[in-house]
């Protein structure tokens, strides 16, 4: 079955603290692992697509990295403006369909 | 101007009442999309349409119903709606031209069926 879980649920940073939020998943096959950010009570804003292991791409303090199991994604010297939920998404070949995960909520300290 | 967009933003609606929750987009995309949104469980598929003429059943399509009317809308019915239909719905479009897509998601709609 395919699935995707995210890790940890929930993460609270201080301030300039780098980490790194974890995205694992099973699929018979990716098309495409994607990463959003959720605002309370607000639509999932596209921040990145990635098709293939060792692929990376990077903006502002945001850096997703994809591997064959799972992918990261790195926040480099947080701000507090960056708390949000981070949700990671993948499609699988030969479906047209998308597999979200639960989510991680981040909480950047001032 | 919002690329998607959703009306109602906020529903509050009585048990076997029936009601629409309607998605618009200017992005020009072929394929829309609805998922409901439930804490602890991530989005879930209710129904996606590549095109006008095509219309699919996504994991949770049961008491739910769609139409395309247009390239641009995609609404979404609830027939007669119960309490476990509570939840923050959206509506989200992709290009339809690529085998490789991003998803572009509107504002969405809070419905809570009392």
């Known amino acids: 079955e395919d699935q995707v879980t995210q890790s940890p649920e929930a993460l609270r940073l201080q301030e300039g603290e780098s980490s790194s939020l974890n995205c694992s998943y099973t699929?018979?096959?990716?098309?495409?692992l994607f990463w959003y950010r959720q605002d309370p009570g607000k639509g999932p804003e596209f921040l990145f697509t990635?098709?293939?292991a060792g692929e990376e791409k990077e903006k502002e303090r945001l850096k997703a990295t994809l591997t064959k199991k799972e992918s990261f994604l790195h926040i480099t010297a947080p701000k507090p403006e960056d708390s949000a939920t981070y949700l990671c998404?993948?499609?699988?070949?030969?479906?047209?369909?998308?597999?979200f995960g639960t989510g991680t909520r981040l909480k950047v300290l001032a | 101007d919002a690329d998607v967009t959703q009306t109602p933003r906020n529903r509050i609606t009585k048990t076997g009442k029936r009601i629409m929750l309607e998605c618009s987009q200017t992005?020009?995309?072929?394929?829309m999309y609805w998922y409901r949104q439930d804490p602890g469980l991530g989005l879930r598929l209710i129904y996606y349409s590549f095109d006008v003429k095509d219309i699919n059943k996504g994991e949770i399509s049961d008491g739910y119903s769609v139409s395309r009317q247009a390239q641009a809308k995609f609404s979404l019915s609830l027939e007669s709606a119960i309490p476990n239909q509570t939840a923050l719905y959206f509506c989200?479009?992709?290009?339809?031209?690529?085998?490789?897509?991003?998803?572009?998601f509107g504002p969405g709609t809070r419905l809570l069926v009392l």
């Open positions: 992005k020009g995309h072929d394929r």
């Open positions: 990635l098709y293939s």
């Open positions: 998404a993948v499609q699988a070949a030969g479906t047209y369909k998308y597999i």
């Open positions: 699929v018979s096959g990716l098309r495409g």
């Open positions: 989200a479009t992709s290009p339809g031209h690529s085998s490789q897509e991003t998803q572009y």
